[in-house]
């Protein structure tokens, strides 16, 4: 999969991957970095020690990869989309809801508390399956993943406002057992701003904003902000090493 996105987006840039010297940046999990980290960089660094050859639509591709900078997941985006929350509060709690895992990280004076990293692995298909089988059980009627999605981004529906409300009611059951669980780590998310990200947190903005445990949020709505952060965060540690 990293040569397929490396070669699209090479394609993407108009860039010819072939005799290039690669550094990758990419990411791991905030309750997963401190452990895996430096495995996860051995992995890519030992699988590509000859070099990087392979062919993609028949057409052959070598080029060697440098280095590779593993950031944690969530601080990236953050770093890259709201910096200037740094500069204002020495804590930012930040909340990526994904489909697999809802993962939580403190930031401290612009650097990750490592000691405060949750992955929680009752994501957004979790709620999905849940909200399926309750209106299945209940109504008798099946919905499918883009049903849910629909009521919840409060798109146009046919659905009966009794199942609408439902659906909203359990996803805002649902947010509040994330956030009773975050709390024994983060007693309370009203004494600093809270960071939310990944395509859960846009399908559950309405309860997020509806929610009394958080006094100041912000979002981060481009799906794409962690791949965009690793980037970014690459990029700065190029330049520094190089003295830019």
Known sequence: ?????????????????????????????????????PGFKKYFMEHSKHGISFRFNGKPINCYLKD????????????CYKASLFRQYRTVN???????????????KGQPDLSVRVSDRSGMAILRSEISNSIQQNYGIHLESSDVEQVLMQEATILDEEV?????????????????????????????PAVFLGGGSLLLKQQIEKSSDFKYIEFIEDI???????????????????GV
């Open 1 to 37: 999969m990293t040569l397929f996105s490396l070669d699209l987006e090479a394609k993407e840039r108009e860039i010819t991957l072939s005799g290039k010297d690669i550094v990758l940046g990419v990411g791991l999990p905030p309750a997963d970095f401190g452990q895996q980290a």
């Open 164 to 192: 609408v409300r439902e659906i909203q009611k359990m996803a805002g059951d649902w947010m509040q057992r994330i956030i009773n669980k975050f709390h024994a780590y983060v007693p309370d998310f009203r004494t600093n």
């Open 94 to 108: 930040c909340i990526d809801i994904g489909d697999g895992t809802v993962d939580l990280l403190v930031i401290r």
């Open 68 to 79: 590779v900078l593993v950031s944690p997941q969530n601080f990236a985006a953050v770093m």
């Open 224 to 242: 794409r902000a962690n791949a965009v952060g690793y980037e970014k965060m690459t990029a700065l540690h190029i330049q520094k090493r190089q």
